[in-house]
Antibody
Framework: QVQLVQSGSELKKPGASVKVSCKAS????????MNWVRQAPGQGLEWMGW????????TYAQGFTGRFVFSLDTSVSTAYLQISSLKAEDTAVYYC???????????WGQGTLVTVSS | QSALTQPPSASGSPGQSVTISCTGT?????????VSWYQQHPGKAPKLMIY???KRPSGVPDRFSGSKSGNTASLTVSGLQAEDEADYYC??????????FGTGTEVTVL
């Protein structure tokens, strides 16, 4: 069965970096794009962008350029989200989500809480 | 990216129906038949309920249905059950623009 398993919660200080992993299983990793979605505490869902798992080419949404980097390690069927120069407002749950069709997120990771606090 | 507009809340008694609207523009909802809906229970990951406006993934009860008219998509939950109490978000393809999520609707079963 399809599963996306994300890395555990992180507590970071402002200015630090964090790397969230999303390990896929149960399907051919390179056959489906991977998206990233952010949810700040008590807020709605925000699409961050996606990465082509075939080519590794990322696309970032407005507001997620510069400090946010999507990457892959296809040898272990894993997608990564790295955030640098962390700010308090980056505190959120970050989800990876498989794109099963055109902007159809059919499988989601369990979410990774990133807390940025001094 | 501008979020799609949803009502903040909706409610109904068990067995009744509730309909949630999702209003966008001709550049997203109105321009493509690629609207999806997600259910999110507190502390859980979202779950796909409807895709391509009105298609249901396997395992989703047929009490959930989707439709679209112009720039507004809708999700209807018929025969409300206690487990339907959750937040619901719409999402739309937007061509070369960043695709937006809806603002979210909290559904309460009275």
């Amino acid at each position: 069965q399809v599963q996306l398993v994300q890395s555990g919660s992180e507590l970071k200080k402002p200015g630090a970096s964090v790397k969230v992993s999303c390990k896929a299983s149960g399907y051919t990793f390179t056959s489906y794009p991977m998206n990233w979605v952010r949810q700040a505490p008590g807020q709605g869902l925000e699409w961050m962008g996606w990465i082509d798992t075939n080519t590794g080419n990322p696309t970032y949404a407005q507001g997620f350029t510069g400090r946010f980097v999507f990457s892959l390690d296809t040898s272990v069927s894993t997608a990564y989200l790295q955030i640098s120069s962390l700010k308090a407002e980056d505190t959120a749950v970050y989800y990876c989500a498989r794109d099963g069709a055109v902007t159809t997120f059919d499988y989601w990771g369990q979410g990774t809480l990133v807390t940025v606090s001094s | 990216q501008s979020a799609l507009t949803q009502p903040p809340s909706a409610s109904g008694s068990p067995g009744q129906s509730v309909t949630i609207s999702c209003t966008g523009t001709s550049s997203d909802v109105g321009g493509y038949n690629y609207v999806s809906w997600y259910q999110q229970h507190p502390g859980k990951a979202p779950k796909l309920m409807i895709y391509e406006v009105s298609k249901r993934p396997s395992g989703v009860p047929d009490r959930f249905s989707g439709s679209k008219s112009g720039n507004t998509a809708s999700l209807t939950v018929s025969g409300l059950q206690a487990e339907d109490e959750a937040d619901y978000y719409c999402f739309s393809y937007a061509g070369s623009n960043n695709p937006p999520f809806g603002t979210g609707t909290e559904v309460t079963v009275l």
